[in-house]
């Protein structure tokens, strides 16, 4: 009762040491807030193979797990094609050396993987002196920061993914916490971060609507919510979002939205919940603070246009920012779900945007970056262009952007002092 009491403690108070770090580390997926939003002041709005760029770094293999920084460290999973090896490779913040390039799993006969996804899609996450690398079913390892060298793992987590895993691990007090939603299995497990036992496994328990594993799989990170002090876990799945008591793996609510796929991660905001339903590609926006199911009573708002099955939502203030998977831009009211403007980008859409100083970044498939004015207002400030094309999805940090191309890792900063 009283390790529960003291992992409550530091659940509530988790958002807040986050908070703290905004401004010199990212350390997961879509930040230290997880929604996308940089606290720099600034960041480079335009840039090319042959302007504002700081270094470019080849990284080996095909990956598509995001960058995380901590300190003076950058983080990023890699494997090779056919998934037989797995790696964490860590590169030096100023100069893009690689400082570390170490085999964490060797996978003999590797399950399946589209030639969409990759085996290393989920993003690292870390924290002071640790971080945590998840290439789904085939591993999970906590690595020493300064050596590379690992602390713990685990290999008995099965999950048959079909298509490759996608789902990053996030950290949530002294819980890591994995999603594993595949063909066969549908489950979320918290592992103790210290030792890496489990502390709870809670299966999906959904109603599916068909037996076609197919369409029970999901590629979704959750994000964590504060409710009147306490957090919930909000994780999407084929076919419904179910938020969790992450202390515990308890149900709180679910909402039934069907489709299947989920890829977005929630964001929230004016006492609402922003998510997708997959590859049905519908927007939902759920009511704070209640508790059951949810599908019938708890919904503010649903859009159905525009909306994407892969690439997270953004929200700046009131306004409520997406782009489909075939490159529909989308401005939203944030409060009604009222479209303020929608444009064409063009290209394909895999990354989550992210946010900077009234700004809003877009990186394509093929690689252009639209960076457009976070406005009720269309107004598109530039289209920058590299030679290959973004999976995973950018940070920022103190005024550089860092984005992680098929075949490079950059690092893009203004060197216009007078800007």
Known sequence: MRALVWICAVLAIGTLFVAAQAEENWPAFRGPTGNGLAKSSSAPIRWSETENIRWKTAIHGKAW?????????????????????????????????????????????????????????????????????????????????????????????????????????????????????????????ALDKHTGKTVWKKPREIAYSTSDGDYRKAFSTPAVLNVGGKPQLISPSAEATIAYDPATGAELWRVRHGGMNAASRPVFGHGLIYLTSGHTAQLWAVRQGLSGDLTETGVAWRVVRGVPTRASLLLVGDLLFMVSDQGVASCLDARTGKTHWQERLGGGYSASPVSCNGCVYFADELGKTHVLKAAPRFERLAVNELDEGCMASPAIVDRALYLRTRTHLYRIEDTDSRR
């Open 65 to 189: 797990s995001s960058p995380v920084l901590w300190g003076k460290q950058i983080w990023m999973t890699t494997a090779t094609p056919d998934g037989k090896e797995l790696f964490a490779v860590c590169v030096d913040r100023e100069t893009g050396r690689i400082t570390l390039d170490r085999k964490v799993f060797d996978v003999p006969e590797p399950a399946f993987c589209h030639p969409f996804n990759s085996y290393a899609s989920p993003t690292p996450v870390v924290e002071e002196g640790r971080v945590y690398v998840h290439f789904g079913s085939p591993g999970t390892a906590c690595l020493d920061m300064t050596t590379g060298q690992t602390l713990w793992e685990r290999r008995d987590l099965p999950c048959d993914h079909y298509r490759g895993a996608g789902s990053s691990p996030i950290l949530v007090g002294d819980l890591l916490i994995l999603t594993l939603d595949g063909f066969d299995l549908q489950y979320l497990v």
